[in-house]
T-cell receptor, first 112, second 111 residues
């Protein structure tokens, strides 16, 4: 069966520090991968998605970037965090177009 | 970008009551999905709908893909305290790799 791992579960970082959140999927190959951000427990904002290694589509211009160095690995990064980057970050995958999206358990990021 | 109008935004009900929520759009969707999110966790898929008019049940949950392909509803029968959470609808359009999400419906169930 397929599983998605996302870490860390919680993170507190000072303003201006770098960020790296990692997501890996097991039990499938060539998944579509997604990063979402959720503020205040409501509303899922799509940040990035990837349909293959090295292929990244950005949905919202911002202080973040994403990379996909391996087929089942998706990384969300920032060189310098802003207070507004605080939120709940969710990684998700799907096996093909029109199949359901499956989410990880999220990372709660607090920028202080 | 494309939006889904999800309503109501929140509901406060007594245990045992039924719940109905829906999502509408001005555009056609090929897939409708319903998710539930518990506090501090990622959304979990409840029901997936792939055909216009499709009516699907999962235990106490029933969802339908609107015949016009522009709407969907989710019903929860005989609610229980563990039904508490945020319910999201999501849709996918033809040719898109992305899901469009509603803003969520926060459900509170009083024992």
């Amino acid at each position: 069966s397929q599983t998605i791992h996302q870490w860390p579960a919680t993170l507190v970082q000072p303003v201006g520090s770098p960020l790296s959140l990692e997501c890996t999927v097991e039990g499938t190959s060539n998944p579509n991968l997604y990063w979402y951000r959720q503020a205040a427990g409501r509303g899922l904002q799509l940040l990035f998605y990837s349909v293959g290694i090295g292929q990244i589509s950005s949905e919202v211009p911002q202080n973040l970037s994403a990379s996909r160095p391996q087929d089942r690995q998706f990384i969300l990064s920032s060189k310098k965090l802003l207070l507004s980057d605080s939120g709940f970050y969710l990684c998700a995958w799907t096996s093909r177009r029109y199949s359901p999206l499956h989410f990880g358990n999220g990372t709660r990021l607090t920028v202080t | 970008g494309q939006q889904l109008n999800q309503s109501p935004q929140s509901m406060f009900i007594q245990e045992g009551e039924d719940v109905s929520m829906n999502c509408t759009s001005s555009s056609i969707f090929n897939t409708w999905l319903w998710y539930k999110q518990d506090p501090g966790e990622g959304p979990v898929l409840l029901i997936a709908l792939y055909k216009a008019g499709e009516l699907t049940s999962n235990g106490r949950l029933t969802a339908q893909f609107g015949i016009t392909r522009k709407d969907s509803f989710l019903n929860i029968s005989a609610s229980i305290p563990s039904d508490v959470g945020i319910y999201f609808c999501a849709g996918q359009q033809g040719g898109s790799e992305k899901l469009v999400f509603g803003k969520g419906m926060k459900l509170t169930v009083n024992p």
